[in-house]
């Protein structure tokens, strides 16, 4: 499988791609930016976010940062056009934002960054959602997680690719009621492993570049957490 992935990462790295990355400065976007960063199967990738990231003196020619403000897109077309792949890791909690702010980021910021890269020519989109996202649920997070998720299907991406990992196994910067205990148990479960209700969020973030490379079955696929984990040890890292 090893073999058989670098020969995949060969032969897309011969097509010259680019692509752009939501959510970097995240704990599932900054792995995936590192992902794509060593892996090296694009030509450009863009970091779109609203502030500029640091990396600590190290220079990456094939790197560009756009600074947006999420709550005037529009005025920021150009960013997203010309890229053949967008990746999406941006999220807030309700904690941190309230009710209103969560839906504007997890739904109306995605939502709105997927119509501009569609509309700039983008033809593969590769959204994190979660475990349980479903448009009519009675719980806030997942209902928002199921809207986005259909929202942007409609927008008919040639290769539309969702995400929904379970627990993510990371220490976070930033304190998320309710994850903490939930990290703690699965943690002590597996460290380096998926169960069915986590994963290491390595394993997603080298889920989500090896998935870029494989033949998708339909338009629209949706891996739920078993799925991810497998396609996360297939890099033989």
Same mark, same amino acid.
């Given at each position: 499988?090893?073999?058989?992935?670098?020969?995949?990462?060969?032969?897309?790295?011969? =097509?010259?791609?680019?692509?752009?990355?939501?959510?970097? &400065?995240?704990?599932?976007?900054?792995?995936?930016?590192?992902?794509?960063?060593?892996?090296?199967?694009?030509?450009?990738?863009?970091?779109?976010?609203?502030r500029r990231l640091t990396f600590e003196g190290k220079a990456y020619e094939n790197l560009v940062q756009e600074v947006v403000d999420f709550e005037k897109l529009d005025d920021y077309a150009a960013a997203f056009q010309g890229h053949d792949v967008g990746y999406c890791c941006l999220g807030t909690t309700?904690?941190?934002?309230?009710?209103?702010?969560?839906?504007?980021?997890?739904?109306?910021?995605?939502?709105?960054?997927?119509?501009?890269?569609?509309?700039?020519?983008? &033809?593969?989109?590769? @959204?994190? &959602?979660?475990?349980?996202?479903?448009?009519? !649920?009675?719980?806030?997070?997942?209902?928002?997680?199921?809207?986005?998720?259909?929202?942007?299907?409609?927008?008919?991406?040639? =290769?539309?690719?969702?995400? =929904?990992?379970?627990?993510?196994?990371?220490?976070? =910067?930033?304190?998320?009621?309710?994850?903490?205990?939930?990290?703690?148990?699965?943690?002590?479960?597996?460290?380096?492993? !998926?169960?069915?209700?986590?994963?290491?969020?390595?394993?997603?973030?080298?889920?989500?570049?090896?998935?870029? @490379?494989?033949?998708?079955?339909?338009?629209?696929?949706?891996?739920?957490?078993?799925?991810?984990?497998?396609?996360?040890?297939?890099?033989?890292?």
């Amino acid at each position: 499988m090893a073999e058989d992935m670098k020969t995949l990462e060969e032969n897309f790295r011969q =097509r010259n791609r680019s692509c752009f990355l939501l959510g970097a &400065s995240g704990e599932t976007g900054s792995l995936l930016l590192q992902e794509l960063l060593e892996r090296n199967i694009f030509s450009k990738i863009t970091i779109i976010g609203r502030r500029r990231l640091t990396f600590e003196g190290k220079a990456y020619e094939n790197l560009v940062q756009e600074v947006v403000d999420f709550e005037k897109l529009d005025d920021y077309a150009a960013a997203f056009q010309g890229h053949d792949v967008g990746y999406c890791c941006l999220g807030t909690t309700r904690a941190k934002a309230g009710a209103d702010g969560f839906f504007r980021v997890d739904h109306d910021y995605v939502l709105k960054s997927a119509e501009l890269a569609k509309a700039g020519g983008c &033809s593969q989109f590769h @959204l994190e &959602s979660s475990r349980g996202a479903d448009k009519n !649920s009675n719980f806030l997070y997942l209902k928002v997680k199921g809207q986005v998720e259909a929202d942007i299907e409609a927008l008919d991406f040639e =290769r539309y690719s969702i995400y =929904r990992p379970g627990v993510l196994l990371v220490d976070r =910067r930033e304190s998320r009621p309710g994850e903490w205990l939930a990290r703690k148990f699965f943690g002590a479960v597996s460290a380096v492993c !998926s169960t069915p209700m986590s994963i290491p969020i390595q394993v997603v973030a080298k889920a989500m570049v090896s998935n870029t @490379l494989r033949q998708p079955e339909q338009k629209t696929e949706i891996l739920e957490n078993k799925a991810i984990g497998d396609l996360g040890k297939s890099t033989g890292k």
